[in-house]
DNA sequence: GTCTATACGCTGATAGAC
DNA sequence: GTCTATCAGCGTATAGAC
């Protein structure tokens, strides 16, 4: 559920405030250019709470990992239960990852730009948890249908998302400036189809 | 001109063992998790010299910087001299991008993994250096002499290359074991031809 | 649970001898 | 140019009142 989105306004729950302010402070400045008197500013908070409720900065940066992931895991799982056959999903969640990208920017841009392992050493890698793992069960059953060619699933995987990631990144960096899903039918055919000339 | 890749042994000059230790470290454990200390220690250097030659840690990373581009601009200029057309240009860009993968993974990683606005704000950004420039222009040019397929260059490009450098995240991620160019003709297969079933 | 005030370590940076 | 010793500031974290 878009928790988070929820709580931007100022009579909104403490932890939630502090969850928001600091997931947009991240992403603005980057975690390490962010101290714990800045998330407690923008939230309006106090120290004392931030540490009463996560501990210190690394705790909201967890909490915020583990939101992201169930985040993206509830978008896989809804992909998986509207729409069947691999390629279709995968178009599907492509196209989700796109609009996310426009309404809830922030929370991509934690995903995809935040070096995680950096600040959190011990946390699992992003591409071991539950809806990446689920991704890649997708593309092995395409494989097995022959919906997608055959090869080694992390080759094909990469394929089949480089491009949307790096579309992706390039527009939260603000080097594209068209919104993502003006580009996506033409990214999902040349990725299917090939980049030859058609 | 691998320049740093001369001066791991410690009678080299000064100002390149403080390089190849910064690069070291930098890439080993993020930038922000690396003080002068650290570097002054592994380059067995004062913290005065490093004062002296860079100004500082940020000086540091901004000669990395440069350096880097400068290494990434030769490849490609090497790569047009090399081949001709834009299918075997980019191809070849790419297996040149994993045999570095391999061999000098520090600069690859540090190209890849670093987020260079978080602590270089005034840095151009990559994808505006000289090298990424004439990337796009082999693509452009592909796309002129229906080599390539007809579309947006950043799309184009992006589905181009986005596979690869997937691959090679994965690969300084320790997620894939084999050496890159074991999936090289996989890949370069996939992205030519399209994901569907052969 | 929330707040303020405070302690303390680390880090980037400088001064000044050699 | 190179070094050592030292500083000042910031950022995390805690103590203790309310």
Redesign the pocket.
Known sequence: MPYLKKCTPENEP?DCRILTAALELFVERGYHNV???DVQKRAN?????I???FG???GIAKALYHHLINEFDELVQDVLAEASGARARCNLIIQRLFEYTETRRHIIAYMLHAKHREFMPEEPPLCSSSPFVALRDIVRQGMEDGEIRQGDPWVITSVLFGGAIRLVQLRLDGVIDAPLMTHYEELVEATWQGLGSA
């Open positions: 403490v101290s714990v008197h908070v106090s120290i004392g709470s540490y009463n409720h210190g900065k690394e």
